[in-house]
């Protein structure tokens, strides 16, 4: 890959020009210490500076044959090619987390989302033919009309959002159904952290009566991750890509033997028409280079990204990820739907966490939500009971977290 990037790619000649790496003398593995980080501002300069895709590509334009570009969810999107060969390097990773789930070739995977410019959508659903298994897809549907397509397909693995997950089965249960008896055996998420946190993962289990299975990948890095039968977090396709985990100081910083907290950092090696070498995700995980009980030997994050670098929330002091909070919210199934205000002021920032429950459990929850926060993360928050119904859903990534200034 590093031969030809260095031959033709301007945007990685450019940044290693004052390396005395070329392409008859690349980098080899032990090297990649020495070569700079790649940033997510980098690329978005990039393409601002070289419109439309910016000068990461390898190749000429001819040779490109899919466009595809990120949600936008943390700054400007990000427009990405993809040559044929790296199309179906995508595929050939996302096959890897279906057999990794189980996904059989007699299933019927039903996608429950809208198919528009993000690539995961059709990254998915073209691998899932690789499995054999028949795909549905639920593009342009409403949220009952997908209910009912699975009922009657006979769907056996549904791929989504969590949120969406958990919006199908709040649907369901308000037509009076019960997603629990459908046929889903698996559910595969994606999208946002959620499927690894236990009381997440636990509440759709619990509405659709099937395992539930993690997925992370990004648009311009790739499907990287997927969870195992030991549910304790998620693998790394270390075929596929170069893993590192780095702290503030961009040093690996050790906690224990074999266990790294810090950013993650992949480079992918399949995608060599636009790559990306020592990337900076902003995902803050917990890299096990250990063994793990289901058998594979490839480094995995515990519990799953634990939240973004620059989503930390800082409440009296005490930093949080929105998935701690959540982790914690999702404990009450009593509780519908929340929405969580991060109010800053000069004196100290208020944490208001808005939620949906039955106006005859108000009193109750909204106590034990409060105490059960302060007992776990050490912040005391606001509670308020808002009518049902009352706050957004999401069927792509959720917002469920604003900050107000």
Known sequence: MMRQVLA???????????????????????????????????????????????????????????????????????????????WQWWLDCWTEVYNAAGVLPA????????????????TAFEAAQQTGAMVISGGGLTSEQRIETILESGATVLVCTPTYALRLAEVAQQAGGDLARSPIRLTIHAGEPGASIPSIRGRIESAWGARCAD????????????????????????????????????????????????????????????????????????????PCPCGRTSAFIRGGILGRADDMIVVRGVNLFPSAVESVIREFPEIVEFQVDVVKSPEMARMIIRIEVQR????????????????????????EAVNIGSLPRYELKSRRFRFIS
């Open 8 to 86: 033709t790619n301007s945007f990685y000649r450019t940044k290693y020009r004052d390396l005395d790496f070329t392409s008859e003398q690349p980098p080899l593995l032990d090297d990649i210490p020495r070569l700079p980080f790649t940033t997510k501002s980098e690329i978005v300069e990039d393409q601002q500076a070289n419109p439309p895709f910016g000068s990461n590509l390898t190749f000429p334009l001819s040779r490109y044959v899919r466009l595809h570009h990120t949600s936008g969810s943390a700054g400007k999107p990000l427009r990405w090619l993809d040559t044929a060969e790296s």
């Open 107 to 122: 299933d019927r995977i039903f996608f429950a989302f809208s198919f528009g410019p993000f690539i995961g959508f059709w």
């Open 215 to 290: 997925h992370a990948g990004a648009t311009e890095m790739g499907a990287w991750g997927y969870s195992c039968g030991a549910r304790n977090g998620m693998h790394i396709n270390e075929s596929e890509f170069i893993v590192e985990a780095v702290g503030e100081t961009s040093e690996p910083s050790l906690e224990s033997e074999g266990l790294v907290r810090g950013e993650l950092v992949l480079t992918n090696l399949g995608r060599v028409g636009s790559p990306l070498i020592r990337y900076r995700t902003g995902d803050i995980v917990e890299l096990d280079t250990g």
């Open 360 to 383: 005859d459990q108000v009193s109750h929850v909204s106590s034990a939500l409060g105490s059960r926060i302060q007992h776990r993360l050490y912040v005391r928050p606001e509670i």
